[in-house]
């Protein structure tokens, strides 16, 4: 019950300060939806290995105005949690994104994130997130994650990006990223079982999207390392410092 009201607190809380910011003339009317179908060797979320084997992520989402609300589940597609086909996260997240005003090129994003495990014994959590974007070389960009539930802490990812342009004539794209994260007390020690803050982990990817039909289509590479030494120490989820995975996604927008 008590996620569930922070939950509540969280959605009035992004609605009043989307409509407070929200420049109505720019924004498109109308509603556009989003499918989502991912598919990971393993899951990998801020460096934990919260799945060494193959998951299947689907998502939906309907964005509107700057809005986008979704939701987003894991499911294990082998039995070793003991349920195969069986979905053990779903999330449901609300966002806004827009420019800053007066600042040309300057985005910001504000919105929640709730935290749901079914068919596991891990308890349902909340974020609340801000962060800001600059659309200039490499598109840095930062963001704060605050929980207010369960871990009371706060996850700060800083990251950067770039897109190799193949020309009009190429068939697939390049995408190329990196984002370092870092934890508070509160944060590392409810999900690391550490008494310190630090630099969690480091985050390598390379996408080549395509599209066909309308599908967009995205295979992907990614390589993540723990940092911290206290949480290499930990060993809470994997023994391995580094954890390299492949997938593939799948989305459309209609």
Known sequence: MKSVKRMLVAMSLLLVLGINTMNAEEAEDK????????????????GQNLNDDPAFQPGFS???????????????????????GEFTEVDYYADYSADVPGVEGLGFSIGFIYYDFPNTDLLATTELYWGFSYDTFLSPSIKFYHDIDEAEGLYVSAGIGHSIDLGEDAPIGIDLGASIGWGDTNYNEYYWGTDSSGFNDLLLSAAFPFEIGGLSITPSVKYSILIDSDIKDADTYSSDDSEFFVGIGLSMAF
Do not use: H, M, P, Q
């Open 62 to 84: 309907a964005a509107y105005k700057g809005f986008t609300a979704g939701i987003w589940g894991s499911l294990e597609t082998t039995d070793i949690f003991d349920n195969k």
């Open 31 to 46: 509603v556009e939806f989003g499918i989502t179908a991912d598919y990971y060797g393993k899951y990998i979320w801020r």
